[in-house]
C-alpha cells in the first residue's frame, strides 16, 4: 500500500509550494518502475488562475532548471551560509546520507572552504580531532555524524570534550518523518531525539525545525559552546530540512550576527577575601588545573605566583605555569600549605585528600594531605555547569571562598587586589622566600634527572630515555606536545622545557582511552597551519580503538611525529587486576602471557609501523635498542618537516 | 592495625639491617619479579615510575623490603607468603641488588639539555 508523496511531502514539510509551482514536485509515491513512469509523465498540477510559464518560474527561482530538480536553492546551502559566518575552518567527519544534503551544500555550493571537509573513517576520531585542535587555536569545528549509529559512535569522544571543557560543534543527520523517509536502512538509522544519548554531557542542543530556526540554533550553539565553561553542544539535523528548497520562507531567512560572549568572572567581594587571605598566608600555594584556558592565562598566574612568591602545582590538564620557573613545583608540596588556591580543579577533593585502593576488605580508605585549618579558596567556572548523571563533578569539598567563575577572566582582578592588600612588610616577608624557593627548584630538578638516569640503557627502552632522546631533538624547534597517552611517568612534564601554552595540551578529560591518536592529528592539523612541529606520545592500546585516524593525516597531509610507548599492554588495568587477585590472596592467571589474561597486547604483537605505513604515513620499527633511538627519530624529524606524519614504533618499559 | 603491624616490621629490619640479608640467586629473583608482577608497577629493571617507586638498588634492608611486601596497606597491595614466599623474596632482592648502579645524570647529555 503506498500513499501519495506529494500529499505526505508537502505536509510535512511545508517547502513545496513553491517547488510545485514549478513543477518540479513528484506528482505522486508509486510501487513500480512502470508506474513511476506513467506518473511521472501525467500532467502537474498548476494553479488556476495566470498561470506563469515554465520559463518565467525558473527564472524567478533563480536557478536554471535543467541543473536544479527541487526547484530553488536548497535548504543546506543557506546552512552553509549561516556556518560560513561563524569562521569554522574544517569539518572532520565520515559521510552519511542523514546528512547528504548538507555534505553536498558543504563541498559544491559552500566549495569545500570554511569549513573544508576532512574525510574520517569514525565519528569518535572527527571529534578527537576537533578536541585537539581547538585546544592549539581556541577555535571549535563543527563535525557531522549519522544521527545514530553515527553518533553512538561519537559519544566518547563527546564526553572527553565535556570533561575537558572543550567546544565542538556536533551536527547529527536525522530524517525525522517516518511517513516519507526511506524504509530500511535509513529508518533504523533515524529517531525521535537523537540528542538523547548525549544530552547528559553536552551544553545544550536543540532540533530546528525550520530554516530560520537553524539559523538562530547554529549561532546560539556556537555562542553556548564558546562561554566558559565552554563545552560541546549537538544540533540535530532533520534531512527533509537539508535537502527541500528554501522556498516561501526564503525571503524572510536572516543570520543572526554572532558575538564572542564575555567569560564570568568572580565576584569582587569574594576577590578580595581571597587576596587578603592570600597575602597574609605563611605558606600559600596555588594549584592550576584549567586555569590557563588562553596563552594569556599563563602569563597572569605566573605574576600572580611572584607576587605573592608561592609554590604553584600544574595538575596539567592544560599548560597553566612553565616548569621552568623556580615556584614550580610536584603536587607534594600542598602538605606544606596554610591557603591554597585552586583554580578551575577538576577535582578538589582528590587534591587535598587521597584515596588508597588497600583496604581491609578491598575497599579503598581515605586520608588527608592537609594541614588541618587550612583555608580552600576555589574559582571554577564548572561549578556554573553541573548535570546530574555523569560523576564528572567528583567528591565535594568544602571551601572557605567560593567562586563560580572562570579562573582566567578573575585572574587580572585578584592580581589588583593583592597588590593593594600587600603593605611594605608583607611586601618584604614575601620577597624573603626567593632565595629558598630557588634552591627547593634546582633541588627537585636535580632529583629527577637523577631517577631519569636510572635503567637508562635497559632494552624495551626507559620512558625517561624515550621522551629525553625525543626532547633532544625538537627542543630547537617550536614545538607542541599534542598528546601524551598512556603513562610515561609524566616525563616530559618533570624534565621538558614547557614555558608555551602549545607546549603541552592536557590530556582527554574523561579519560576515554582512545583519544591521544585523534587529538594529536587535529591539533597537528591546527600546528600546520601556523607552521609549527607537532609530536606525539602515541601509547598502544590508544592507538588501536581507531586507528584509521592515521589515513586521516595522510590523507590531508597533516605533518606529525607519533612516537609509539608501546608497553604492549593496558597497563592500568594490568595492575588493577593483579591488585584483586592479590586482595582474594591467589595467583593471577596470565596464560600465555606476561600479565594477566585480558589485559595484554602480545601473542600476536601489534606492528604498528606496518599499521602506519599502509595508510601512507612513513614509518619504522619496532625499536628495541636505545642506541637506535636517536638515528631514527633524526630520520623521522625529516619527514615531519617536509610536511608528512611519520611514526616510529618503539618497544618501551611499561611506565 | 596493618600499619602498627608494618612499622614494627619494618623497623625491627632496619635495627637488623643488611647483616641479616639472606643469600638470593639474581637470575631466580628475575624471573620471580617477572611470574608475580612485580615489573608491571615498578619497571623490568626496578626503575620505578608513576605507579611504583624505584626498587633497583634499593638502600632498603632485605628483612623490611619482605615484611613490606607481605604486610603493605600503602598504595601497593599485599602479597601473602602464599603468594611470594620470602626466599622468592630474597632471590628478588638480589636481582634488584644487582642492576647496574645508574649513571651520574650529568654524564648524560640529553638529561642536561
Given at each position: 500500500m503506498t500513499e501519495p508523496m506529494d500529499k505526505a511531502g508537502t505536509d510535512r514539510r511545508r517547502f513545496l509550494k513553491g517547488a510545485a509551482v514549478a513543477g518540479v514536485a513528484p506528482a505522486l509515491a508509486v510501487a513500480g518502475a512502470s508506474q513511476a513512469q506513467a506518473q511521472a509523465a501525467a500532467p502537474r498540477h498548476m494553479p488556476s488562475a495566470l498561470p506563469p510559464t515554465a520559463h518565467t518560474i525558473a527564472a524567478e527561482v533563480g536557478e536554471p532548471a535543467e541543473l536544479n530538480r527541487i526547484g530553488g536553492k536548497p535548504g543546506s546551502d543557506f546552512m552553509v551560509d549561516v556556518i560560513k559566518t561563524l569562521d569554522i575552518k574544517?569539518?572532520?567527519?565520515?559521510?552519511?546520507?542523514?546528512?547528504?544534503?548538507?555534505?553536498?551544500?558543504?563541498?559544491?555550493?559552500?566549495?569545500?572552504?570554511?569549513?573544508?571537509?576532512?574525510?574520517?573513517?569514525?565519528?569518535?576520531?572527527?571529534?578527537?580531532?576537533?578536541?585537539?585542535?581547538?585546544?592549539?587555536?581556541?577555535?571549535?569545528?563543527?563535525?557531522?555524524?549519522?544521527?545514530?549509529?553515527?553518533?553512538?559512535?561519537?559519544?566518547?569522544?563527546?564526553?572527553?570534550a565535556f570533561c575537558d571543557r572543550v567546544p565542538v560543534i556536533i551536527i547529527g543527520g536525522n530524517d525525522m518523518d517516518a511517513a516519507s523517509r526511506p524504509p530500511g536502512v535509513p529508518t533504523f538509522h533515524s529517531a525521535l531525539d537523537i540528542n538523547v544519548i548525549v544530552r547528559d554531557y553536552t551544553k545544550w542542543d536543540d532540533t530546528p525545525t525550520s530554516l530560520q530556526?537553524?539559523?538562530?540554533?547554529?549561532?546560539?550553539?556556537?555562542?553556548i559552546a564558546m562561554t566558559p565553561p565552554y563545552g560541546p553542544v549537538a544540533i540535530s539535523l532533520d534531512a527533509g530540512l537539508q535537502q527541500e528548497p528554501i522556498g516561501a520562507h526564503g525571503s524572510g531567512l536572516y543570520i543572526p550576527k554572532f558575538n564572542m560572549p564575555s567569560p564570568p568572572a568572580g565576584e569582587m567581594g569574594a576577590v578580595k577575601d581571597a587576596a587578603r587571605l592570600l597575602v597574609a598566608a605563611e605558606n600559600p600555594v596555588i594549584v592550576a588545573d584549567r586555569a590557563a584556558r588562553t596563552p594569556k592565562g599563563v602569563g597572569l598566574l605566573v605574576e600572580l605566583a611572584e607576587l605573592l612568591q608561592c609554590p604553584v602545582v600544574d595538575q596539567a590538564n592544560r599548560m597553566n605555569f612553565p616548569n621552568t620557573h623556580y615556584l614550580s613545583r610536584p603536587a607534594g608540596v600542598i602538605s606544606t600549605a596554610d591557603v591554597i588556591l585552586g583554580l578551575e580543579l577538576s577535582d578538589f577533593w582528590g587534591t587535598v585528600n587521597a584515596y588508597t585502593d588497600n583496604?581491609?576488605?578491598?575497599?579503598?580508605?581515605?586520608?588527608?594531605?592537609?594541614?588541618?585549618?587550612?583555608?580552600?579558596?576555589?574559582?571554577?567556572?564548572?561549578?556554573?555547569?553541573?548535570?546530574?548523571?555523569?560523576?564528572?563533578?567528583?567528591r565535594f569539598q568544602t571551601v572557605d571562598i567560593s567562586m563560580p567563575a572562570d579562573a582566567e577572566a578573575t585572574l587580572p582582578a585578584l592580581i589588583e587586589a593583592v597588590k593593594a592588600a600587600l603593605d611594605g612588610d608583607r611586601r618584604r616577608a614575601i620577597e624573603g622566600r626567593i632565595e629558598k624557593a630557588k634552591k627547593g627548584y634546582a633541588d627537585?630538578?636535580?632529583?629527577?634527572?637523577?631517577?631519569?638516569?636510572?635503567?637508562?640503557?635497559?632494552?624495551?627502552?626507559?620512558?625517561?630515555?624515550?621522551?629525553?632522546?625525543?626532547?633532544?631533538?625538537?627542543?630547537?624547534?617550536?614545538?607542541?606536545?599534542?598528546?601524551?597517552?598512556?603513562n610515561v611517568s609524566n616525563w616530559p612534564n618533570?624534565?621538558?622545557?614547557?614555558?608555551?601554552?602549545?607546549?603541552?595540551?592536557?590530556?582527554?578529560?574523561?579519560y576515554g582511552v582512545g583519544y591521544g591518536a585523534p587529538a594529536s592529528v587535529g591539533a597537528a592539523l591546527a600546528n600546520r597551519d601556523l607552521g609549527r612541529f607537532s609530536v606525539a606520545i602515541q601509547s598502544d592500546g590508544d592507538l588501536m580503538f581507531a586507528p584509521g585516524v592515521l589515513w586521516t593525516a595522510a590523507k590531508h597531509k597533516i605533518p606529525l611525529l607519533s612516537v609509539m610507548h608501546?608497553?604492549?599492554?593496558?597497563?592500568?588495568?594490568?595492575?588493577?587486576v593483579q591488585r584483586m587477585a592479590s586482595f582474594r590472596n591467589r595467583p593471577s592467571n596470565y596464560g600465555n602471557d606476561d600479565g594477566p589474561i585480558g589485559t595484554m597486547i602480545q601473542n600476536p604483537d601489534i606492528e604498528y609501523h606496518k599499521l602506519a605505513q599502509s595508510m601512507g604515513w612513513w614509518a619504522k620499527g619496532p625499536i628495541k635498542d636505545p642506541a637506535e633511538l636517536g638515528p631514527a627519530l633524526k630520520e623521522a624529524i625529516a619527514v615531519v618537516k617536509s610536511g608528512q606524519p611519520a611514526l616510529l614504533n618503539v618497544w618501551t618499559q611499561p611506565r | 592495625m596493618n600499619k602498627i603491624v608494618l612499622m614494627a616490621a619494618l623497623s625491627a629490619a632496619l635495627v637488623g639491617g643488611a647483616s641479616a640479608a639472606l643469600a638470593g640467586s639474581p637470575d631466580k629473583g628475575k624471573q620471580t619479579f617477572m611470574q608475580k608482577g612485580c615489573w608491571q608497577c615498578h619497571g623490568l629493571e626496578g626503575q620505578g615510575g608513576s605507579a611504583g617507586p624505584?626498587?633497583?638498588?634499593?638502600?632498603?634492608?632485605?628483612?623490611?623490603l619482605i615484611a613490606f611486601v607481605h604486610q603493605t596497606n600503602g598504595a601497593m597491595p599485599p602479597f601473602s607468603t602464599k603468594l611470594v614466599s620470602d626466599a622468592e623474596l630474597s632471590d628478588v632482592y638480589a636481582y634488584l641488588q644487582s642492576r647496574p648502579k645508574p649513571a651520574d645524570p650529568k654524564t648524560i647529555p640529553l638529561l642536561s639539555p
Open positions: 574544517y569539518t572532520p567527519s565520515n559521510c552519511a546520507s542523514s546528512f547528504r544534503a548538507l555534505h553536498e551544500s558543504l563541498i559544491n555550493y559552500g566549495e569545500n572552504k570554511a569549513p573544508e571537509y576532512l574525510s574520517c573513517m569514525h565519528e569518535e576520531s572527527g571529534v578527537g580531532m576537533a578536541h585537539g585542535y581547538f585546544k592549539i587555536t581556541g577555535k571549535p569545528l563543527m563535525t557531522m555524524v549519522h544521527g545514530t549509529v553515527g553518533l553512538q559512535h561519537a559519544t566518547m569522544g563527546i564526553y572527553n530556526a537553524f539559523a538562530q540554533s547554529m549561532v546560539r550553539g556556537y555562542k583496604g581491609e576488605h578491598g575497599i579503598g580508605f581515605n586520608s588527608t594531605k592537609i594541614k588541618p585549618n587550612v583555608k580552600l579558596i576555589s574559582i571554577n567556572s564548572v561549578e556554573l555547569l553541573t548535570k546530574s548523571n555523569y560523576q564528572d563533578f567528583q627537585i630538578r636535580a632529583r629527577e634527572q637523577a631517577a631519569a638516569a636510572v635503567a637508562w640503557d635497559a632494552s624495551p627502552i626507559s620512558t625517561a630515555r624515550l621522551c629525553m632522546e625525543l626532547y633532544g631533538q625538537i627542543k630547537d624547534l617550536d614545538w607542541s606536545l599534542v598528546a601524551s597517552e598512556g618533570r624534565l621538558w622545557k614547557m614555558e608555551k601554552h602549545h607546549h603541552w595540551l592536557g590530556r582527554s578529560g574523561g608501546n608497553n604492549r599492554a593496558w597497563h592500568q588495568e594490568v595492575m588493577h | 624505584r626498587l633497583a638498588n634499593t638502600q632498603l634492608p632485605e628483612e623490611a
